[in-house]
Structures are given as C-alpha cells and as structure tokens.
C-alpha cells in the first residue's frame, strides 16, 4: 500500500492550505489516521489524528487552527489549515494505522512528505 500526501506549497501568514492524503492498494481496514510534521532540525512531532469513529485530537499548538476529516469510502485523510504561522513551515507526513488483510497485524503506513512553507 501506498501513501500519496499533496496540499503543501508556499503561503503567507493568516493563509489556509489543505492537505490530502489518499491511500492507494488494498487495505483491508484503517484504524487512527495522523498527519505529523517535521520542522528543520527538529524532531517529528505529531499534529493530529482522527479514529474510526471521528473522534479528533490536535497538538495544543494548532488547537482552533487545524481541522482534521477522513473519508473512509475514499481511504483519505484531510488537514485543513487556516491562520497559518511561519512556526508551521514543516515537512507534513501523513500515517495509517492499519491492516491489509483479515488476521493481518496493524501496522503503520506513511506518505511521502509534503512542504509546508509559512512566510511572515
């Protein structure tokens, strides 16, 4: 299976970019969906995620600014992000937790990476 994120692209402080992230190949369920970041020379810390059931979490930073959605008919996760700030330029990944196949062990999968830039 892979992940295909794209969305990402250069915008000024107060923009709003959307991010997707649709899986390709067969899956046979997806538990918790995640969108994480990687700022330069930090570490990847984790944005929000969003389970089975649409139950969301945010990191305090983006708390009010990020919405996250999935559409489980289109194996898709969303990020949308308004009132953005210089401190959210990042590399965006997006994760499943999921299973390919009945039986199978959840793993987790990752999309590719996606620039998010801020300018001030």
């Known amino acids: 299976v892979q992940l295909q994120a794209s969305g990402g692209g250069l915008v000024q402080a107060g923009g709003s970019l959307r991010l997707s992230c649709a899986a390709s190949?067969?899956?046979?369920?997806?538990?918790?969906m995640r969108w994480y970041r990687q700022a330069p020379g930090k570490q990847l810390k984790l944005v929000a995620f969003i389970t089975t059931d649409g139950i969301t979490s945010y990191a305090d930073s983006v708390k009010g600014r990020f919405t996250i959605s999935r559409d489980n008919a289109k194996n898709s996760v969303y990020l949308q992000m308004n009132s953005l700030e210089p401190e959210d330029t990042a590399v965006y990944y997006c994760?499943?937790?999921?299973?390919?196949?009945?039986?199978?062990?959840?793993?987790?999968?990752w999309g590719q990476g996606t620039q998010v830039t801020v300018s001030s």
């Open positions: 190949g067969s899956i046979f369920s997806i538990n918790a």
């Open positions: 994760n499943f937790y999921a299973r390919l196949r009945v039986g199978a062990a959840y793993g987790d999968y």
